[in-house]
């Protein structure tokens, strides 16, 4: 985490009417991406889902020129699943390049994580919800 990023946290704990829980955000597919499989993965940041090993990784997604020569990669390498987020170009952009090429497209999703010696997330937002019934 940046210094940047340090300082924002530390200005919503001063704000925040309640606890604040420092969280990551970890990249994972939105369904089973098969056995095999020859991944793409187009994302807006270099950090990489846990287990996938993909032929060609992309943090281009929010920039169009080095997104395309990366798309043009993943043609060459004959990637069957283009996994991206959706953001930025993944419709107009990442899904009709899948489609030209014959690939399957699979959604990627941020799962929020507690940071380390930060408090269990799940439990703090049952917490939260659980107080506002």
């Given at each position: 985490?940046?210094?940047?990023?340090?300082?924002?946290?530390?200005?919503?704990?001063?704000?925040?009417?309640?606890?604040?829980?420092?969280?990551?955000?970890?990249?994972?597919?939105?369904?089973?991406?098969?056995?095999?499989?020859?991944?793409?993965?187009?994302?807006?940041?270099?950090?990489?889902?846990?287990?996938?090993?993909?032929?060609?990784?992309?943090?281009?997604?929010?920039?169009?020129?080095?997104?395309?020569?990366?798309?043009?990669?993943?043609?060459?390498?004959?990637?069957?699943?283009?996994?991206t987020?959706?953001?930025?170009?993944?419709?107009?952009?990442?899904?009709?390049?899948?489609e030209?090429?014959?690939?399957?497209?699979?959604?990627?999703?941020?799962?929020?994580?507690?940071?380390?010696?930060?408090?269990?997330?799940?439990?703090?937002?049952?917490?939260?919800?659980?107080?506002?019934?």
């Open positions: 985490m940046t210094a940047a990023h340090e300082g924002i946290g530390a200005e919503l704990e001063r704000w925040a009417r309640g606890p604040v829980i420092h969280v990551v955000l970890e990249p994972e597919p939105a369904e089973p991406i098969p056995a095999g499989a020859r991944v793409a993965c187009f994302s807006t940041s270099a950090a990489l889902p846990a287990g996938i090993d993909p032929i060609v990784a992309s943090p281009h997604l929010a920039r169009r020129g080095p997104l395309a020569d990366d798309l043009a990669r993943a043609a060459g390498e004959r990637c069957d699943v283009y996994l987020e959706l953001k930025a170009a993944a419709i107009d952009t990442v899904a009709e390049a899948a030209r090429a014959g690939a399957r497209i699979v959604f990627l999703r941020n799962r929020p994580r507690a940071r380390a010696g930060e408090p269990d997330l799940d439990a703090a937002l049952l917490k939260l919800y659980n107080a506002q019934r």
